[in-house]
């Protein structure tokens, strides 16, 4: 630790009777024991690098892999340099509420890890309540919680998430604070709501995407804080690939489906505030809008990817609302290298305000999210691969999706198998698992086409996905399923909602056995 960052490092810490709490980070490894509930600050990003990472060293420099165990919650996924090594360490008991990682998905699914995860809004409310830590007497034993600063009256800045951090501090025992200096403090702009219980919960009275309701810090009784230690640590970069010819065309789908509502009167010419999820797809179509007519977007969202760097720079964005910054490597640097430019318009609140279905609803979010697959009834799976392997989690999806002004899902209509280049449908007869309802979608989209889905009926919003978003090689085998579900449930007077339920995972069966979906047969 050299002379200036000790320098820039106390100065962050401006309640002075705290000073006294400073210490080395090895320092605090003997505070922590098996079976401990720990919390995290991040989402994302804003997670707690340093602690975390010596707490790894020291199980695996003294031969307790598997040994020394905790139960971990945070804003949703952290970095991988913490939970994929944690992971392979051995170290998590239990995981909430959202992971990004492959050697921690791979614990999850062999059943070394107990993970649960809901959508993000209901999450962080319930936190609060103690839902998550009732067998631990509801408290968190110790939180980690990485910060820009400590205000004078003790309020913690978080960096570049809030994520449950009100939540988390609000339940601690004991608080361990990282003090980031290996970038600026980003107090101002955060806007932090605490911990609050019915019957005397407040609205939300945000009317646009710019609103404040909260503070610019999270208030902390400062008794509680037993460590301040410094982390030097540079935001983890999250890999995102180039977008490939489908994305491309599943965003010109959708830019030609807003403009049409632009122009039929049904949204302004400057849309509505915009929400996209996270990866390579979600990143491809909101860069879409680079292209596009549209000016002065606003965007609402729990996630800030590359994309949105890109269309500050183009001048076609006006702000942005968001939970957490999600960048690639290149991201985080042009992050940093403009960093006024970038953060002037940019407002970062607790995932308990941003996926809050108060505002989402209010303010009308035209919301985008890449499921794993989607049924001929519009019925989304987000989270589950074959109806048992976890992927990464639902995440918020869920409170866009259902909340929003206009509800989309975008995915290719085909993936590859370890056979068959189109060997896995995307759409299929019913999803193997349900994350997003039928009656909560509005828009289906692949690279095929766009099925505006709204005041359909259920058979029509089938024969609508099947003719605009299934691929070719699987559109006789879906028109098949439908019309010979649809003969059996009208003889049988349960026409509704047509299916063959001794049938209906057959494809899913087949790519089991034979490395496609494609059925030479239904029978």
């Known amino acids: 630790m050299s002379i200036k960052d000790t320098t820039e490092f106390v100065k962050r810490i401006r309640h002075s009777t705290l000073h006294s709490k400073i210490m080395n980070a090895e320092e605090t490894i003997p505070l922590f024991k098996n079976g401990m509930y720990l919390g995290f600050s991040g989402f994302a990003e804003g997670h707690p690098k340093t602690v975390p990472g010596l707490l790894a060293d020291y199980v695996e420099k003294n031969g307790l892999a598997g040994k020394m165990k905790f139960n971990v919650y945070t ?4 970095g991988t340099d913490v939970d994929d090594r944690w992971a392979k360490l051995g170290m998590l008991a239990k995981r909430w509420p959202h992971q990004q990682g492959n050697a921690i998905r791979k ?30 007497g509801g408290k968190i034993d110790i939180a980690i919680i990485e910060a820009s600063c400590i205000t004078e009256d003790g309020g913690i800045v978080p960096t570049l998430a809030v994520g449950i951090i009100s939540e988390i501090v609000d339940r601690a025992e004991k608080i361990i604070i990282e003090i980031n200096t290996k970038i600026p403090s980003l107090e101002g702009l955060h806007d932090c709501v605490g911990v609050e219980l019915p019957p005397n919960k407040k609205v939300y009275n945000i009317l646009n995407v710019k609103d404040r309701i909260g503070s610019t810090s999270i208030p902390c009784n400062p008794d509680k804080i037993v460590a301040i230690v ?13 977008p490939d010819g489908n994305s491309v065309l599943i965003a010109n789908h959708i830019i030609d489906f807003l403009q049409a509502e632009v122009k039929s009167g049904r949204l302004p ?25 549209f000016e002065n977007l606003t965007v609402w969202t729990e996630v800030f990817q590359d994309n949105l760097l890109d269309m500050f720079d183009s001048g076609k964005l006006d702000y942005v609302t968001t939970a957490s910054f999600s960048l690639s490597d290149n991201g985080i640097k042009r992050l940093l290298a403009d960093w006024d430019k970038y953060t002037s318009r ?15 609803r209010r303010l009308g979010l035209i919301s985008m999210n890449t499921p794993v697959e989607f049924d001929i009834y519009a019925h989304v799976n987000s989270s589950i691969v074959n109806g048992s392997r976890l992927l990464n989690g639902v995440g918020g999806s869920g409170d866009f999706m259902r909340n929003a002004f206009l509800s989309i899902m975008h995915t290719p209509s085909t993936r ?7 060997g896995i449908s995307c759409v299929v007869p019913m999803v193997t698992h349900v994350d997003h309802t039928e009656h909560d979608m509005d828009v289906l989209v692949t690279e095929q086409g766009l099925a505006d889905l709204r005041g359909l009926s259920p058979r029509e919003r089938a024969q609508r996905i099947i003719a605009k978003c299934v691929h070719p090689e699987y559109k006789p085998l879906l028109q098949e399923y439908f019309d010979r579900s649809l003969r059996e449930c009208l003889a049988s007077n349960s026409a509704h909602e047509p299916h063959m339920l001794y049938k209906v995972f057959n494809m899913h069966k087949h790519l089991d056995e034979n490395g496609t979906m494609k059925l030479a047969s239904w029978d």
């Open 230 to 242: 410094e982390s030097y640590k540079d935001p983890v970069g999250r890999p995102l690939g180039a």
């Open 269 to 293: 010419k400057n849309l509505l505030p915009l929400q996209s999820g996270v990866g390579s797809i979600a990143n491809a179509v909101v860069g879409g809008l680079l292209s596009s007519p």
């Open 346 to 360: 940019t407002l970062i609140r607790p995932i308990q305000i941003t996926n809050h279905a108060e505002p989402v």
């Open 416 to 422: 590859p198998s370890a056979t068959d280049p189109n």
């Open 75 to 78: 804003g949703a996924s952290i």
């Open 107 to 136: 614990a999850i699914n062999a059943g070394e890890v107990s993970y649960g995860d809901r959508y993000l809004s209901l999450y962080a409310q319930d936190f609060g309540y103690g839902y998550y830590t009732l067998e631990n």
